[in-house]
């Protein structure tokens, strides 16, 4: 069973930066495929980005590419999400996910086996 606890989120004005961490426990991290997810009050679950079990591959939905920046830390059991220029429609919860059997995680809620409890993110205008 793996642990993922969700941390750094906040409320920030628009244009702010924020850095949220996810730490990892219970399988040897890396083995597993890591990515972010968010979700506004009624809209589905999201995909936000991804990485590859070390750390050289990485993915992003279109509307967070060239702000948000996804990485880890393998040693540290720990994967990141920093986000710059926050706008309102980031406002959201994250949540961290793993994958324990792609290398590279994809795109779809489905393919994670692992959820933390996630952290608020709320970007006032």
């Known amino acids: 069973q793996v642990q993922l606890v969700e941390s750094g989120g906040g409320l920030v004005q628009a244009g702010a930066s924020l850095r949220l961490s996810c730490a990892a426990s219970?399988?040897?991290?890396?083995?597993?495929?890591m990515g972010w997810f968010r979700q506004a009050p009624g809209k589905e679950r999201e995909f936000v980005a991804a990485?590859?079990?070390?750390?050289?591959?990485?993915g992003y939905a279109d509307s967070v590419k060239g702000r948000f920046t996804i990485s880890r830390i393998n040693a540290n059991n720990t994967i990141y999400l920093q986000m710059y220029s926050l706008k309102p429609d980031d406002t959201a919860v994250y949540y961290c996910?793993?994958?324990?059997?792609?290398?590279?995680?994809?795109?779809?809620?489905?393919?994670?086996?692992?959820w933390g409890q996630g952290t608020q993110v709320t970007v006032s205008s």
């Open positions: 996910a793993a994958d324990r059997d792609a290398y590279y995680g994809g795109s779809r809620p489905g393919e994670y086996d692992y």
């Open positions: 219970g399988r040897t991290f890396s083995t597993l495929a």
């Open positions: 990485i590859s079990r070390s750390g050289g591959s990485t």
